[in-house]
């Protein structure tokens, strides 16, 4: 594919990343600011929380769609630095699809993730 | 391109470069630095949290893991890097999309360009990630 | 004779000698500097009296010609356009632009440029080649379809923009400000048809999703073209072209002839008042 095109799906899943990953902050990380807005969530990283956000379909697809674009948005990036200290032809090709892979590879196993924690929690009786 | 007198690129030198250059070239920098450890971040976070597919059990354990002090500094950097990287990041956006940039002009002396033209766009974007993660900040570690 | 406003400065000059040094090295000229003196003449100065094989390039020294773009003092600028006072330094380093081969002291090789430059057809491209060999009338262009791209045209080719980028400095791939802000100038004129072969090189890896607006070639660009702004308009009509939201219209076409009545109350020229031999 060419250039453009990549980067133009670089910008799309940049928005993507800003609206969620905004969300995955606020709910995850910054527990006195939901606090605030009067939603006092139990542990966000305790088990109990983990189960109840593996069960909802919401959670489920946005953490997907995140893992996604992130990686994307990332791998892209991180691509342009690489071609930008001037590789070989040979050099390119190997970026090119190693990082496809790897990319690839970690989407899977996060989906895998996503997917099995369902499954985990209700096995554990959460 | 074959070489066809003394080499002359600057190399890597010449993306950091310093000194002399513009404010935005500090923030290009910036951005591919936070750029760089959100991955880092984001891939060993991914191992991280994928172990609540396995069970409370081995869930519970690699929280214990990464608790305490230290991963919770290493957390808060990884909070700030984004707060500016999301931030500039839509400086960027409006920019390379070609809408904080501005219609092309007459050039007349003293020049103004598209980089004067959005100097205050980068100074607010400093403005607003320093106050996200100051804000970050106080919830990591006041109000916790 | 030194007056009560010259000033003592010192050249630190980069110089290469092919095939007698291995390296560049710096070398440095006492000169006294008068009021109003560019860093050109101060060049003049030094070659004629202490370093005679000084090489650089230069030609019409009022900025028109972007010849001598030089490092001074750490900046891209051009020589002719840059007094040694505005400086307000005693010291005065001029090196050849970088991210450009050497050729000899203070002359870079400019030819990559121009070679991405032809690359980028950079000329109006339509499909009637009769009209353009053979003009009959100018083609049809509002004021304001030309502030287009007037600002993109004053581009004197001097590589301070290359020099000062800092995707150039490692990418020999990157097409590079010059360039590409050129294919934009050519792009934004009404007059063209040719944005569909220009897309063929813009929408690829040396096209301008290398830039990553540092902003640089505006800031040193002495010419005001603002490569960085070109760069960015570009990106925003390719990327409308792939989403198909770009509007697409034909190339302006050629001016109709003026009509209505010729005043038959104009005077007769006066008689000449001199005759040919």
Known sequence: MRDRTLWTWHIGAGAVILVLLGLHMVIMHLSGTLGFLGVQDAEPTGWASVAARAGSLFFTLTYVALLGAALYHGFYGFRNILMELNPGRTVRSVINVGLSVVGLALFAFGTWAALAAPGAATMAGG | ?144 | MAGSNTKQVTFHLRRFEPGKDAEPHWEDHSIEVTPGMTVLDGLWKVKELSAPSLAWRSSCRMGICGSCGMLINGRPRLACNTQVSELGSAIVAVAPLPNFDIIKDLVPDLRPIFETHREMLPYLLRDDTAEQEDPTREYRQTPHELEQYLQFSYCIKCGCCMAACPTVATDAQYAGPMPLGQAHRYDSDTRDAGFDRRREVLAGGSGPWRCHFAGECSQVCPKGVDPAKAIQLMKRQLVSDLLRLRRRTPPAAVAEAPHGTMRDDIPAAPPRTVTEA
């Open chain 2, 1 to 144: 391109m074959q070489t066809r007198g003394h080499p002359n690129r600057l190399g890597i030198r010449g993306w950091v470069g310093g000194g002399r250059w513009g404010f935005e070239r500090y923030m290009y920098t910036l951005h591919r630095l936070s750029g760089l450890a959100l991955l880092v971040y984001f891939t060993m976070h991914i191992f991280v949290t994928s172990t609540r597919a396995v069970g409370p059990d081995a869930w519970k354990q690699t929280m214990s893991v990464v608790s305490g002090p230290l991963f919770t500094m290493g957390e808060y950097l990884v909070f700030a890097a984004f707060a500016f990287h999301a931030v500039n990041g839509i400086r960027l956006g409006a920019i390379e999309l070609g809408f904080a940039v501005g219609r092309p002009i007459e050039p007349v002396y003293p020049y103004q360009t598209s980089v004067g033209g959005q100097r205050r766009l980068a100074r607010a974007v400093l403005m607003i990630a320093f106050v996200v993660a100051l804000w970050g900040g106080l919830d990591f570690f006041v109000w916790k």
